[in-house]
């Protein structure tokens, strides 16, 4: 619209917070989907430091659980940070991430975030960290993040992205 949306989430806090799922939901849901053009930044940081926001998405059948946190549909002029999160998943689904980056001109910035399995809920390994979908004009930067105990692989890359940068992780 006519209007520069804007989205933040952060904890009010410097302590953990968590925002999960545990419970037999519909095959491939997912915890947060942001879908709408509008800049928007999760930093898990409380004034500037720490890790005091937890994602997590579990399922009672693990191959049922869809992604915790995914984008898709963002135009290139707006941009999607993650950061300084806890991000965790026990999907054994096949091509589906902790973090999915979807088709559409998205500007996706992972940094400094923790990436893994399941340690509450239903605790189980996740199939991958981080699973991109794809298309062109996407620009997608994955850097030093700590991607750990996943099944098959830390970051996969699907589709081409105009840019993808994956460093120090």
Not at 30 to 54: E, H, Y
Not at 132 to 158: A, M, P, R
């Amino acid at each position: 619209g006519a209007f520069n949306y804007t989205l933040l989430v952060q904890p009010s806090a410097g302590v953990q917070r968590v925002i999960s799922n545990s419970a037999n939901i519909t095959t491939g849901t997912v915890l947060i989907r942001i879908n709408a053009d509008v800049d928007n930044t999760i930093d898990g940081r409380f004034a500037g430091a720490g890790q005091f926001l937890l994602f997590r998405n579990t399922n009672t059948n693990a191959n049922n659980t869809g992604g915790t946190i995914s984008y898709t549909n963002i135009t290139a002029a707006k941009q999607s940070i993650l950061q300084y999160a806890v991000i965790e998943n026990n999907t054994n689904a096949v091509l589906i991430g902790n973090v999915i980056i979807g088709v559409g001109t998205n500007k996706v910035n992972i940094n400094n975030c923790r990436i893994g399995d399941a340690t509450g809920g239903n605790i189980n390994y996740t199939r991958g960290g981080i699973y991109v979908t794809g298309g062109t004009d996407n620009y997608v930067n994955i850097q030093n993040n700590e991607i750990y105990n996943f099944l098959d692989t830390g970051v996969y890359l699907s589709g081409s992205a105009d840019v993808c940068i994956i460093s120090g992780n």
